[in-house]
């Protein structure tokens, strides 16, 4: 079946430093959602991108999906502390579902 | 956004009690329901689909004797882990969709799951 991995699986940043997790698919993907998740919290949406090659900016959320539709980044620019969580990517596999990656836990050091 | 509301938020309860969780959209119709477990520090694990006024569809190695779902109307599904035991102590999160699945998902806030 399909497999979503992210890497790193964790990574610790200073505030102010920039954050990036990659998110790589087995498959080709028609689509590439990203949602984040508080600590304690549910995830929450955040952007969905469609396009090969597509860049899509939230402040200072940078996100990119691959030419080959396989993988995408999110980056964050001068993290802050209301960054912390867990960020997942998201595939669609097949007509009904996602499938999730492993998600990359951000903590940042104040 | 899409408003999704979960309940109960927190469950303790002894061995041998089911357990029934809720999962409303609030301000959408949702053709489809997921539910999802989640271990601490890890990812979210797709127990079930859910269609209105269809059977689920289990993931694979999920007991559908043991977690019953039903998807009753467009804005209501329910989760009921039956005769729960402390290795189905978990995080319960689900998540409801429109009619395509290029549609996000919008969470639920979770049901924190305690078997003593």
């Known amino acids: 079946g399909q497999q979503v991995m992210q890497i790193p699986q964790y990574q610790h940043v200073q505030e102010g430093e920039d954050f990036t997790t990659y998110c790589n698919s087995s498959?080709?993907?028609?689509?590439i959602q990203w949602y984040k998740q508080r600590p304690g919290g549910h995830p929450v949406f955040l952007i969905q991108?469609?396009?090969?090659?597509e860049v899509k900016k939230q402040k200072r959320l940078t996100f990119q999906f691959g030419e080959a539709k396989k993988n995408s980044s999110l980056h964050i620019t001068a993290t802050q502390t209301t960054d912390v969580g867990t960020y997942f990517c998201?595939?669609?596999?097949?007509?009904?579902?996602?499938?999730f990656g492993t998600g990359t836990r951000l903590t940042i050091i104040p | 956004g899409a408003v999704v509301s979960q309940h109960p938020s927190r469950v303790i309860c002894k061995s041998g009690t089911s357990v029934k969780i809720e999962c409303r959209s609030l301000d959408f119709q949702a053709t489809t329901m997921f539910w999802y477990r989640q271990f601490p520090k890890k990812s979210l694990m797709l127990m079930a689909t859910s269609n209105e006024g269809s059977k689920a569809t289990y993931e694979q190695g999920v007991e559908k004797d043991k977690f019953l779902i039903n998807h009753a109307s467009l804005t209501l599904s329910t989760l009921t882990v039956t005769s729960a035991h402390p290795e189905d102590s978990s995080f319960y999160i689900c998540s409801a969709r429109g009619v395509s699945n290029n549609q996000p998902q919008h969470f639920g806030d979770g049901t924190r799951l305690s078997i003593l």
């Open positions: 498959t080709t993907l028609s689509n």
């Open positions: 991108l469609v396009k090969s090659g």
């Open positions: 998201a595939g669609p596999y097949g007509n009904e579902k996602l499938t």
